[in-house]
Nanobody, 113 residues
Framework: QVQLVESGGGLVQAGGSLRLSCAAS????????LGWFRQAPGKEREFVAG????????YYASSVKGRFTISRDNAKNTVYLQMNSLKPEDTAVYYC??????WGQGIQVTVSS
């Protein structure tokens, strides 16, 4: 059974930082590309960042490029999202993804102004 469990969310002031983690089980982690998505209230879920199985290829949404960093530790079956210079518009539920239908439960990130 595949499980993706996010942690590290919370409330932070604008300009602050958070690091999200997503621990995976039930998959051969090192062979999967992984991604982070987010969904703000009243909006559709959107792509934030993605990383290839080996970490050599990384993509970011234009809205977070230069502020967020995705990384992975295949030895720990964990993918991370370091979020710096947070803005109120980054407030959303953040989801880890390992492919079609493979989603974490989501974790709330709230950035106050």
């Amino acid at each position: 059974q595949v499980q993706l469990v996010e942690s590290g969310g919370g409330l932070v002031q604008a300009g602050g930082s958070l690091r999200l983690s997503c621990a995976a089980s039930g998959i051969t982690f090192s062979t999967y590309a992984l991604g982070w998505f987010r969904q703000a209230p009243g909006k559709e879920r959107e792509f934030v960042a993605g990383i290839s199985w080996g970490g050599a290829t990384i993509y970011y949404a234009s809205s977070v490029k230069g502020r967020f960093t995705i990384s992975r530790d295949n030895a720990k079956n964990t993918v991370y999202l370091q979020m710096n210079s947070l803005k109120p518009e980054d407030t959303a539920v953040y989801y880890c993804n390992a492919g079609p239908g493979l989603w974490g439960q989501g974790i709330q990130v709230t950035v106050s102004s």
